[in-house]
């Protein structure tokens, strides 16, 4: 049995890199992965390593605090969130409930200020916002005959796409009316507006749930991944040949500075 990695003095054996691998190439993923023998298969194994190492290091702690099963679950939903971590990280939380469980633990103090969140508000604010806007059945034909709008289908007009007279008609209507023919370069324009939405603008206090969320949510991945980084620092150690695949002393690392 070849140790490949420690992590405290517990190794990681190279027939578990040889599972992992050989379950990855059975799985549905199997004809995305590099052919063996190759220096990006060497870079996949490295990055199987890390994946081991970590899933040591969440199983040496023993979580005080018991999270509700949507709350572990809700940890891992967002996949794009989760990559912000990294890839290994986002396979740990994607994967291990055990994980995810000590993510709960070790981010369960982090907090987001109203300070915080109303600068990101004021630096965001077209986040909470929306223009002015007409849901239409929307016509154009050669000649100034009013067209049959009755097949044609619903698409949402934003005040700025259009321009000139049929946006100033269009704009000026109410729901439930026709406008048109009205003529540009591209010919007559008929239009039958369906719905009119004025501009709107959520204020700090209607968006701050929404916001302290997010940025709760973005804190806590930052903090997990500080201590999954700590922690491998602390422990980890690699054997020759395994090395972090982003490691720049190991000859498959293609990714330079």
């Known amino acids: 049995m070849t140790p490949i990695a420690w992590v405290g003095e517990e190794p990681v054996l190279l027939s578990e890199v040889d599972s992992a691998e050989a379950e990855l190439r059975s799985g ?8 063996q023998g190759t220096s990006e298969a060497r870079q ?7 994946r081991l190492t970590a899933e040591r290091i969440v199983g040496l702690v023993r979580p005080r605090e018991e999270a509700t099963a949507p709350e572990l679950e809700k940890i891992a939903a967002d996949r794009a969130a989760m990559l912000e971590l990294g890839s290994v990280a986002a396979s740990l939380l994607t994967r291990s409930p055990r994980a ?3 993510f ?3 981010t369960a103090g982090i907090s987001v200020t109203e300070c915080e969140a109303r600068r990101y508000f004021e630096a965001n604010f077209e986040l909470f916002s929306a223009p002015e806007r007409r849901v239409v059945r929307h016509r154009v034909l050669t000649s100034p005959e009013l ?3 009755s097949d ?3 698409r949402t007009v934003v005040r700025g796409q259009l321009a000139g007279p049929v946006e100033q008609a269009l704009f000026a209507a109410p729901e439930r009316s026709v406008v048109g023919p009205v003529r540009d370069p591209l010919g007559w324009h008929t239009l039958f507006v369906e719905r009119a939405y004025p501009e709107s603008r959520s204020t700090f ?11 709760l949510a973005a804190a806590r991945r930052r903090a997990f991944g500080d201590w999954l980084d700590a922690r491998r620092a602390e422990l980890v150690r690699l054997a020759p040949g395994y090395e972090h695949p982003g490691d720049p002393r190991q000859p498959d690392n293609t990714h330079r500075h």
């Open 147 to 149: 067209a049959d709008l």
């Open 152 to 154: 044609s289908p619903l």
């Open 44 to 50: 996949l194994r490295r990055w199987l390593v890390q």
């Open 100 to 102: 995810r469980a000590v």
């Open 28 to 35: 549905r993923a199997a004809a995305t992965l590099p052919a």
């Open 104 to 106: 709960h633990e070790v």
């Open 205 to 215: 206090a209607e968006a701050r749930e929404q916001i302290t969320a997010r940025l």
